[in-house]
């Protein structure tokens, strides 16, 4: 087969040094428990280390996150560069050692499996699934070696599971970045290769198949090609933290919805969020708002700190939309997203839902040291790992602008409607002129929704003109603390504000505001 991945290099990840970084097979068990062994490629596990040095995720990573730790664990033995032919002749024998009766091993494997059989990384395997075999002698190095088909080697790796008393699942590739129509609406598919060669190869010797290829890639169609780019980092065949993430979770669907596979009673109960959305009243639309601490805070009396989220009910009519507050105080865009909290309210969207964002205060500060939550500044698509000093794991982290974007692309996915506000103004005067944002995060604010195509209200510049008029002193009731955080009555001001922008749009939210 054709060398799609276009490798020139003869070395796969300093392959020794990458012996060192996984673990010894086995290493994990506690007691008598089983171990699930992962064995696959860098889109399980990629680089060298598999710790996100690079910026790409395998998928591998973050399986241990949805199986119960008390019953099983989890091995992720893949490596980047590997194809079925050379993870069995260099790497197999290591894995196997460590199986015992009652494992579980799932196979990944067929990313790698093309190009030349004798030269390069000499990786190739011969295409479909018969008997065939192959002698050759590498070029480079004078090694002799016999090739088989591709599904000859996943037949050796399911026998020699079985052989030990444990269970082999095997799965088809995760999906590429690739499209087979003009619109990019279809993701292109193994079935007809790899896919199709590890399904009959499982239908053959009775194990279980999860086509992994066919379920990650029917949520990038649904995703869209834009929200697709964020799944992958630096080309179109590893992921980003995002992708990765998406392929566990399409793996553990795959285990979850396969009929009599045990594997699944190791799986954790799916979370359940009984609160995002809970509001609803059916047949009605629900504005969902998410920010910081400007946004939600104490809210708790009229002597303690407040954020407009908890008041702006107030100028909708909540018989006909209800509103839903879930900002946090102290969050960036990114923190916000990195902790989960946006993921609440993306599951809950509806169609006709709206979602008003506004991010800023603390998106300027550390990036990986003391409360770590700032972003790279701009709008602009940049991106750079960094090294979180607390975690002590790596991290891309994107522009401000791209987290508005990536905001505002998840709720248009779901049908709703995506507004973006800028950060509320500070109690902080310059030669008497009110302090602006309107060339930092106002600005990409403004950028992002344009280019992601969501309603933008500038919140800084009509809340700060009625500050302006006001005065120092004559602002001073509308803060409360400090002078970033509201009073209950500079809460008030900056829901008001944000009604008033709201009316000059064609946004369909300010037919909900009470006349």
Not at 42 to 55: H, K, Y
Not at 190 to 204: K, Y
Not at 366 to 386: C, P, Y
Request: proline share 4%.
């Amino acid at each position: 087969m054709k060398d799609v991945n276009m490798v020139v290099d003869n070395t796969p990840d300093s392959i020794e040094l990458a012996r060192t970084m996984r673990p010894v097979s086995g290493s994990t068990r506690v007691g008598d428990n089983p171990v699930l062994f992962l064995v696959g490629n860098s889109t399980m596990r990629t680089g060298t280390r598999g710790n996100g040095d690079n910026g790409q995720w395998g998928w591998g990573y973050f399986m241990h996150e949805y199986f119960d730790p008390t019953k099983i664990t989890v091995e992720n033995h893949a490596l980047g560069g590997m194809s079925s032919r050379t993870f069995y002749n260099q790497l197999w024998g290591d894995v196997l050692k460590g199986v015992r009766p009652g494992d579980w091993v799932i196979i990944e494997l067929g990313h790698n499996d093309n190009g030349p059989y004798d030269s390069g990384r000499a990786r190739a395997s011969i295409p479909g699934i018969g008997d065939e075999s192959l002698a050759v002698v590498i070029k480079e190095t004078g090694k002799r070696d016999t090739v088989y088909t591709y599904g000859e080697y996943m037949r050796h790796y399911v026998r020699d599971v079985k052989s030990r008393g444990a269970f082999p699942v095997l799965m088809s590739l995760t999906p590429r970045n690739a499209w087979d129509d003009a619109d990019s609406t279809v993701i292109t598919r193994v079935d007809s290769t790899f896919g199709l060669w590890a399904r009959q190869v499982a239908e053959a010797e009775n194990v279980p198949f999860i086509d992994l290829n066919d379920i990650t890639a029917c949520k990038f169609e649904r995703f869209g090609k834009e929200k697709v780019k964020t799944m992958f980092y630096l080309d179109r065949i590893h992921t980003s933290e995002f992708g990765a993430r998406v392929n566990a979770e399409s793996a553990v669907e795959g285990i979850a919805s396969t009929p009599s596979l045990g594997l699944r009673d190791y799986l954790l109960p799916s979370p359940v969020d009984s609160v995002t959305g809970a509001s609803r009243i059916q047949g009605k639309p629900v504005l969902f708002t998410i920010g910081d601490s400007t946004v939600k805070n104490e809210d708790r009396d009229d002597d303690s700190m407040w954020g407009w989220g908890s008041v702006i009910d107030e100028l909708f009519d909540t018989t006909r939309i209800t509103v839903e507050n879930h900002a946090m105080a102290g969050r960036s865009a990114r923190t916000f997203l990195d902790e989960g909290r946006w993921d609440k309210v993306y599951d809950a969207l509806q169609p006709g839902d709206y979602v008003i964002m506004q991010f800023g205060h603390n998106d300027g500060g550390d990036i990986n040291t003391g409360k770590a939550r700032g972003e790279l500044h701009g709008s602009g698509d940049e991106s750079k790992v960094f090294r979180m000093a607390a975690k002590g794991r790596n991290q891309v982290v994107y522009t401000y602008g791209w987290y508005i974007r990536k905001f505002i692309m998840d709720a248009l996915e779901k049908g709703a409607i995506p507004i973006v506000l800028s950060h509320t103004p500070r109690n902080k005067w310059h030669d008497g002129l009110v302090e602006s944002n309107a060339s930092s995060f106002g600005l990409w604010a403004r950028e992002a929704a344009d280019r992601a195509g969501a309603f933008f209200i500038d919140l800084n510049a009509i809340s700060g003109a009625k500050f302006q008029e006001l005065g120092p002193d004559g602002s001073a009731p509308y803060f409360k603390n400090d002078h970033t955080h509201s009073s209950l009555k500079g809460a008030r001001l900056n829901a008001e504000s944000i009604a008033e922008g709201l009316r000059s749009t064609d946004c369909s939210l300010k037919n909900f505001l009470k006349q």
